[in-house]
């Protein structure tokens, strides 16, 4: 008997809570914790669709006022950009969200907010490489480092940002002839996923790897014998610290402009915020928080701390178009 008041009330409660409904392009199946947190804790159930973030934006603009997406996420500052600018997301005011998340984390007129970040980083073999002889993504274009770099296609999201990063910082001229050395300087073509990266600096395709600092954590975890042992032997470096701050990227979240469901949006999105969420996407994705008072997860923080580029997110987030160009122009597969 009390079993099923106990379940009658859980069904009240979901009836009475609703739902929000989710659009999000982070590919993490670890997200399934935090919707399910949230779905716990408010007993409003979330539904999700995850897609490209192109897709996912093209998506929300040709359903229009009947789309059912509540929540757009997505990872890389370009698309949180191009959402705004595409006029799919409403602005939204939360004192929740403003007190968890520091204000360079946050778009200047509340279409958005991170919720997480992570540095592109490089990754070497400390038998092959002395930490010495590293310095910047712009010294990765230098001739010494010729058939030792591995990154992964210029399609690649992350890839297009850290062009994108390097346009604002050093000008079109600079970064031009930096992809083109960059390039010349590649290992192999470039082929795979970051981890893929990792890997074969560990098997000897070459010496150091350009991937995202959370990879290094999933290797920790992974089953692949090749990817733990990547992540035993290798070493982690923080690009620019004395060149203005390694680039770092972020994960973003902003309420739809025709949202149903907009206060549970609100609410999933604060939900986010808080430091029990933000412990999540640390722990289990290793990521950084970007809410101060969550703690970073251990591995993680074990990697040191950084100083982070303060170019504006908006800033690189809007040269996305002028970085395919480029990585094109130096034939950056
Ligand atoms: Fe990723």
Known sequence: MKKLLLFLSFICINLFAGEVNVYSSRHYSTDKILYDMFEKETGIKVNVINDKPDALIKKIELEGKDTPADVFITVGAGDIYNAKKSGILQSVHSHVIQDNVPTNFRDKDGYWTALSYRARVLIYNPEKVSVNELSTYEDLANPKWKGRVLTRSSSSSYNKHLIAFLLVKDGEKETREWAKGLVKNFARDPQGNDRAQ????????????????????????????????????????????????THINISAAGVTKYAKNKENAIKFIEFLTTVKAQE??????????????????????????????????????????????????????
């Open 198 to 245: 990792a890997v074969a600096v560990l098997k000897g395709v070459g010496d150091v790897a350009i991937m995202n600092s959370y990879y290094m954590g999933k290797m920790s975890i992974d089953k692949n014998p090749d990817q733990n042992e990547a992540f035993k032997k290798l070493k982690l470096f923080f690009p620019n610290q004395k060149d203005g701050g």
């Open 280 to 333: 999540s996407i640390s722990n289990d994705n290793f990521e950084y928080p970007v809410n101060k008072m969550a703690k970073t997860n251990e591995l993680v923080k074990s990697w040191g701390e950084f100083k982070i580029s303060n170019i504006d997110f908006e800033a690189f987030g809007k040269k996305l178009t002028e970085a395919k160009f480029i990585a094109d122009e130096a034939s950056w597969k």
